[in-house]
Structure formats: C-alpha cells, structure tokens
C-alpha cells in the first residue's frame, strides 16, 4: 500500500536540523527545537509502527517513478519497529544533551549535527534501495564523524582517526558489493534483487557478493575480527554522543546484515557456520575485553561488542524462532546500551571520573538515582522479568533446535561474564566508599532543579521502555515473531514493493 | 579496453591495500583514496561499457532498438565520487589536526593513555 507519510521522521528530522542552523550559536533555542523535533519525530514514528501494525508493509515511490526504477522507501514491521526505537533513543539523547554536553560544543552545531545522523539513520531503515542504503549510511558516518570529533581533545582526535579509516573501508567495500551486484542482475531494488539473485546461474560469484556486504556490515556492526575500532574509539566523545553511537550505530549493521541476508541473500551452509563462528567469537572477545578494563565507558564498549555477537546467532541459526529471538534481543538492546552510555554520562556529572578505581559511594550519596540506575543493569544482565532474560530464552531454545553447543555455550559464557562485570561495576562505583585521597568534583549538586531532570528523566525514560518490554514481554514477543516471519517469508515484503 | 580496466582496477586495489597497511597516516589516507577510485571504476567496467550508443529511444519508436549504454552505473559513481569527496576533505582536515597535536605521522603513536577530561 503506498503511503507518502511514511518519511515523515526522516523529514522532521532534516527540518529541524535545518531550522537549528538558521539560529546558528543560539544555543537554548537550539535545545528546545532539538526536543522539540524529536518529540515529533517519536509521534511521528509511532504513528508510522501503529499503522504499519495494523495495515501491513507501506511502500513510497519518491518522485513517483515505479518500484523497479526509481528509489523506493519501504515499511515493514522490523523497519517501524527500529525507527520508533531510534525516536524513543533520540528523544532521550535530546533531552539529556541539554545539559549533558558542553555550550562550547554546542556552538560549533552539535545540534544540527545530531539531527542529520538521526536522520541519516531513519533513512536507512526505511529505505528499499540497496545504494540509496548506501548513501543513507554516508549520511550517517559524515555525521557521527563531526560528532565525535566535535571538541577538539587529543584522545578524540586519535579515536577518530581509527573510527574515520575503519568506516570509510567499510563503505568502500559495501559500495563494491553494490557494484558487483549491480553488474550481476541489473538491479539495485532491494525486491527486486530478492528475485533476481536466485535465477544466476554462477552462484559462486553470488556468495563472494554476499562477503562484500558482510565484511562492509561487519565493521560497521563490530564484529568478531573487525571490532577493534569501536572499544578504541567510543570512550572518546561526550557521553550523549557514545550514548547515540553505542545505541544505534552498531545495530545499523545489524540491520543491514538481517535484511540483506534474509531478503537478498539465503545463507547456504557455508555462511551460516560463519555466522555462528563469528558470533562465537565475538561474544567471547568482548566478554574477556570487557573483565579488563577500569573505565566504565570502555567496559561498556567491550560489552556492546559481546551482545552483537548473540544477534549475530541468531542470524547464524537462521530459523524462525532464532531469528525472533535476535530481534527481541535488538530491541532491548537498543534502549539498554543508550540507556548504559548516558548512565555513564550522569556518573561523570556525579563523581567528575569514569575511572573505577577513583568512584564509589554513590549508592550512599543519591540512593534514588542508583536504584534507577541498578533496574537498568538488571536488564541488561537479564535477570527475569526484566527485558534482557526473555530473548536470550528464545535464543537458547533456538540453538538447542539446530544442536550448535558452542554458540549455547557462548551464550552462557557472555551472560555470566556480563553478570561479573557489572556486578563489579556497582561493588565498584555505587556500593564501595568514596575514595578519600580523590577530591570529588560533584557537578550534579550545583545544578538547578530543572537541569538534574533533563539529566535524569531522559535515563528514567528509558528505563521505563526497558521495563514495559520485560513486563510485558508477550506483546513484543509477538512483534518479534511477526518480524521475523515477515524476514522468513519475502513474497509479502516483494509483493508490497513491486506490485505483483 | 575491458582488459586495459580490469589491470587498472587491479593495480588500483593492490596499491590501496599496500598503503593502507602502511603506518603512515597520509599514506592511510592515499590508500583510502585508491581504492575508493578502484571501486568506482569497478562499478563503471560492471555495467557493460558500450560505445557510441547513448540511451535514447528515437523519435519513431517506443522501445531500444539496440544495445545502450546504460546511465545508472554512472549516476552511482557520480554520487559515490562526490560522497567521497566530502569523506577525503572531513579526512585531511582531521589528520591535519592529529599532527598538529601528536606531532607525528605514524599511526602507532596514537595511544595517548586515557585521560579523564569530558
């Protein structure tokens, strides 16, 4: 069914950035527009789930040329469903930046930059064109580059470097996929390609095809051996920014890799055991990097990189119950890890450190926060009912299905060293006495009342996502199931686009 | 001329991996470049280089009548070039910074201890 309202988010979002240059170095008008774009954004984005819930796909053919031809922008549930998630993280992002990020980076356009990587991300959810994904993700990168070197630090500018020359890799090797496919089948619609794939007659060719997209997707996501950008570069910028790059980037690749490899590709056996080391391995590197480190920016960038690998599981298992379990593990991902970032950020405004060692007795200074904060870890960690329990059941089910014991194995292994490693992290930061030879330089207690809830409601927010989905697991279970029947069976998703 | 592209696009990409497996920073930087352009033609030689045959359907018919030359891989590479441009000069620009800063073109000194300053 067409529906031009369907890039409403990504429009809003372009507006608002462009309104915000407009009132270039007019910081509080920038922060209220910036809340204010998201706050239309996540109604938007809502509307665009509610009706996609209800109606089924929505298509948009921009400027009116039909689907094979011209740029085609789809909705399906996995779409709306990540676009309402990536609204609920910006508007908290948003709020938290508010106060959470410094005036002298706000008047180099923090703001408007924010908003064109929000979306540049809306975009490439939403998109059916495998090079307009492309260009989506340029977006994305040219933003989150500004971003996280926005400030001028040395340490940026060194995590930036290894984060600019890894994503610019990734694209180029991305684009020769597109290139190489393009030769291929004469395609670049996404439906399209899905029913041209299957007709080469050299399906050797297909599959090295195929390792483009997953070496290009795989930086991006961080993956098993092309990670090493991530956990160097994402204790860099201000926390809001790592909240929205360690959130949201990373899942881009995740789901770049689930459409491309359920709608275009069929993994054959090969790949699927590729997935699975993968996955393996890098569940397991970024639990052992994460038992390592001190700064809690970098233990939660070592975690991000071990949660990717159970996602990438159950793309490897590839059966409808793995992959439902993947996507309820996305979903809860996405809220959990932004949440983790700007806890991370609220901890430094507390304690003036990130470092371990130098934090403690918050749990005594502010008992109401830490509670906030103990529900967030709890999810993450998965203790039941709270959201990280119930997909890593579906995947455990899923794997004793197609009997693959060392991803069951890995499973267990990343749970329980998540388990240690943040129950290190609250003996450490919340439960342990201050240190009394660090002088505590405690930002919070100065701040107005008004700015101590822009930096704790947006935490709060999200928390109470995380929560509903763990409470009320059954309706995002049957959001999941329905995602994930949607990726297994690609004739609806084709049909919506082409029309036949 | 498919052949005299094909050695090209290979030079192009061998030469771009040796330098990006280089420690310098410019030389990453070239090497980015080159294999950026490598695959830019790579697209270009993928969508069937025809000559002289441009994709106009004459004024008598409703259909080609012959092979074309076809516009998209161009419009790809188009974009592909002018999104690279802005990645390039975003990249000097910030590598010019680094030296300035660590006063050093090699990579491997890029790891200052962490400090603790947002």
């Known amino acids: 069914m067409i529906d031009n309202l369907i890039i409403n988010t990504v429009l809003i979002h372009l507006f608002t950035a462009i309104t915000q240059l407009i009132f270039w170095r007019k910081t509080v008008t920038q922060r209220i527009l910036s809340v204010a774009g998201c706050f239309f954004g996540l109604v938007s984005a809502i509307r665009l789930f509610y009706k996609v819930y209800n109606q089924g796909i929505l298509t948009m053919n921009a400027a009116n040329w039909d689907a094979p031809f011209g740029i085609v922008f789809v909705a399906d549930l996995f779409s709306s469903t990540l676009v309402l998630l990536t609204a609920i993280a910006g508007i908290s992002v948003s709020i938290f930046s508010a106060t959470g990020i410094g005036r002298a980076r706000m008047l180099y356009g923090y703001f408007p930059i924010f908003h064109f990587l929000m979306m540049g991300l809306n975009g490439a959810f939403l998109t059916g064109d495998i090079f307009n994904l492309y260009v989506w993700f340029e977006v994305i990168i040219i933003s989150s580059f500004v971003l996280m070197t926005l400030g001028g630090r040395k340490a940026q500018l060194e995590g930036a470097v290894k984060y600019m020359a890894m994503n610019i890799l990734a694209s180029t090797f991305f684009l020769t996929g597109i290139g190489i496919l393009y030769g291929l089948t004469g395609s670049l619609n996404m439906a399209s390609l899905a029913l041209e794939v299957p007709k080469i007659s050299n399906q050797a060719l297909i599959n090295i095809t195929a390792m483009f997209f997953l070496i290009g997707f795989g930086i991006k996501s961080a993956v098993f051996p092309l990670y090493f950008w991530l956990p160097s570069s994402y204790h860099t910028p201000p926390s809001a920014v790592a909240a929205t790059f360690g959130g949201l980037l990373t899942k881009v690749g995740i789901y770049a890799l689930f459409r491309v490899f359920t709608l275009i590709f069929t993994p054959d056996e090969f790949m699927k055991g590729t997935f699975i080391v993968l996955a393996v391995m890098t569940i397991l590197t970024g639990a052992f990097g994460a038992l390592i480190k001190d700064n809690i920016r970098r233990l939660f960038s070592y975690l991000i990189v071990c949660h990717i690998g159970f996602m990438i599981g159950g793309l490897g298992l590839y059966t409808t119950l793995a992959i439902t379990g993947a996507i309820f593990y996305l979903i809860h991902d996405i809220m959990v890890k932004t949440n983790l970032f700007l806890i991370a950020g609220l901890i430094r405004q507390l304690r003036g450190s990130m470092h371990m060692g130098k934090l403690g007795g918050i749990y005594a200074a502010y008992p109401k926060i830490s509670l906030l904060i103990a529900v967030v870890i709890f999810s993450l960690v998965g203790i039941p009912p709270l959201s990280g329990f119930w997909p890593k059941i579906y995947l455990f089910n899923a794997s004793f299905a197609s009997q693959q014991w060392f991803y069951v194995a890995a499973i267990l292994i990343g749970s329980i060293v998540t388990l240690y490693v943040i129950a290190k992290f609250w003996a450490q930061v919340f439960w342990k006495d201050a240190c009394d030879d660090e002088i505590i330089v405690d930002n919070f207690q100065n701040l107005s009342k008004f700015k101590k809830g822009l930096l704790v409601v947006p935490i709060l927010l999200m928390a109470s996502v995380s929560v509903y989905i763990g409470l009320n697991a059954e309706v995002i279970i049957q959001v999941s199931t329905r995602i994930s029947n949607e990726l297994m069976e690609k004739t609806p998703y084709i049909q919506a686009v082409l029309g036949t | ?118």
């Open chain 2, 1 to 118: 001329m498919e052949l005299l592209l094909v050695f090209l696009i290979g030079v192009l990409y061998a030469a771009g991996v040796y330098l990006i497996l280089r420690r310098s920073m410019v030389k990453l930087l070239l090497g980015i470049m080159l294999f950026g352009n490598a695959t830019n033609i790579l697209i270009f030689l993928l969508g069937n280089i025809v000559k002289g045959k441009p994709p106009i359907i004459g004024a008598d018919f409703k259909v080609f009548q012959d092979i074309y030359a076809d516009p998209i891989p161009q419009a790809l590479i188009l974009t592909a070039i002018v999104i690279s441009f802005g990645l390039t000069a975003f990249a000097i620009v910030l590598l010019k910074r680094v030296y300035a800063l660590i006063n050093s073109d090699d990579l491997d000194d890029l790891n200052t201890p962490e400090e603790e300053d947002i």
